[in-house]
């Protein structure tokens, strides 16, 4: 069973309007959740980390995420949404062993002026 | 500090030859993992490295392999390229092995294989 999923393949916003990426993931064990986010022919950057402590995450360029526990979700949010942030977004879960990532399917988030 | 390198960035190869990829981690980070990108299965883990040793393994055939040098680089190699290893291959680091420290990647090499 996959341990996140991304339920949306694309997101449109309007620039300055809320930004939200959805992410569930798996109820066995403890989640160590991530956040990263993609620009064309680019490797992946990190944006923020959950993996114990206050459920709102903050992490790099306004964005932020809510670890929901009854809900299994850890949603990325973003108050005001700019049109630089428009990429592909992975949820991901580091609950395997080690250091591997187990990614979501990605979410292509657009914004438009 | 250097973020994470990769050569080559972009590289063609035929089926059944075989490429060797680089990557060289955040200075001070010992850990060193692969990833591949493709549109159809996405992001998939390779391998992981720490000290030299292999501590993770995704499931990859044997034709997928990789080591890590003394100082913290690392190299994956494929053998008997298939067409389906088209794909952008990310490397990524961090300080320590464990599920709590953050990834860093790379920009990845782009494979294509005819």
């Known amino acids: 069973a996959q341990s996140v999923a991304q339920p949306e393949d694309q997101v449109n916003v309007a620039e300055g309007n809320p930004l939200t990426v959805k992410c569930t993931y798996s109820?066995?064990?403890?989640?160590?959740l991530f956040w990263y986010v993609q620009y064309p022919n680019r490797g992946l950057q990190f944006l923020l980390k959950?993996?114990?402590?206050?459920?709102l995450v903050k992490g790099s360029y306004g964005f932020e995420a809510e670890f929901n526990k009854s809900q299994t979700s850890f949603h990325l949010k973003k108050p005001s949404a700019l049109v630089s942030d428009s990429a592909l977004y992975f949820c991901?879960?580091?609950?395997?062993?080690?250091?591997?990532?187990?990614f979501g399917g990605g979410t292509r988030v657009l914004v438009k002026p | 500090k250097a973020g994470v390198t990769q050569t080559p960035r972009y590289l063609i190869k035929t089926r059944g030859q075989q490429v060797t990829l680089s990557c060289s981690p955040i200075?001070?980070?010992?850990?060193v993992s692969w990833y591949q990108q493709t549109p159809g299965q996405g992001l998939q883990f390779l391998f992981e490295?720490?000290?030299?040793?292999?501590?993770n393994k995704g499931n990859f055939p044997g034709r997928f392999s990789g080591r890590q040098f003394s100082n913290s680089r690392s190299e994956m190699n494929v053998s008997t390229l298939e067409l389906g290893d088209s794909a952008l291959y990310l490397c990524?680091?961090?300080?320590?092995?464990?599920?709590?420290?953050?990834?860093?990647f790379g920009p990845g090499t782009r494979l294509t294989v005819t």
């Open positions: 990524a680091s961090s300080l320590e092995q464990g599920r709590s420290y953050e990834q860093y």
């Open positions: 109820v066995s064990g403890n989640p160590y």
């Open positions: 959950y993996i114990t402590g206050d459920n």
């Open positions: 991901a879960d580091a609950r395997a062993a080690g250091n591997k990532l187990t």
């Open positions: 200075s001070g980070h010992r850990s």
């Open positions: 490295y720490f000290s030299e040793t292999q501590r």
